[in-house]
């Protein structure tokens, strides 16, 4: 993803702090390495986790990563969706609208 496109408190914390942002880069991939799932399961069910803390920015992070993976918008959405009776219409709603902000970018 283009740096322009990244939150700016994301990337002053990159660029100020290399070796922790290094190695939370070498967690994540090892974490995907670990198991047989694909990449775009594993980033519906972290966008899914990220909607379950009412993270609006892992939120917009993974929809855009879920995208990457080959998910379809339908398939972004529908995610959300099935969380509504765990999570409350409302915060199923906030996140809903969240992704709509990724989806919906130009």
């Avoid at 740096?3 to 990337?11: A, D, F, G, I, T």
């Avoid at 998910?71 to 972004?76: L, R």
Wanted: proline share 4%; net charge neutral; aromatic share 4%.
């Amino acid at each position: 993803m283009a740096e322009s496109k990244l939150p700016k408190n994301y990337v002053q914390f990159r660029s100020r702090y290399k070796k922790l942002a290094g190695a939370l880069d070498n967690l994540g991939k090892a974490v995907r390495e670990e198991g047989p799932l694909d990449e775009k399961s594993a980033q519906l069910i972290q966008l899914a986790a990220a909607a379950s803390i009412r993270s609006e920015g892992a939120v917009h992070s993974h929809c855009r990563r879920a995208l990457d993976a080959g998910a379809s918008p339908d398939e972004i959405r529908h995610a959300i969706l099935l969380l509504t009776s765990t999570l409350g219409f409302p915060a199923m709603m906030a996140a809903l609208s969240w992704v709509e902000d990724v989806l919906n970018a130009d």
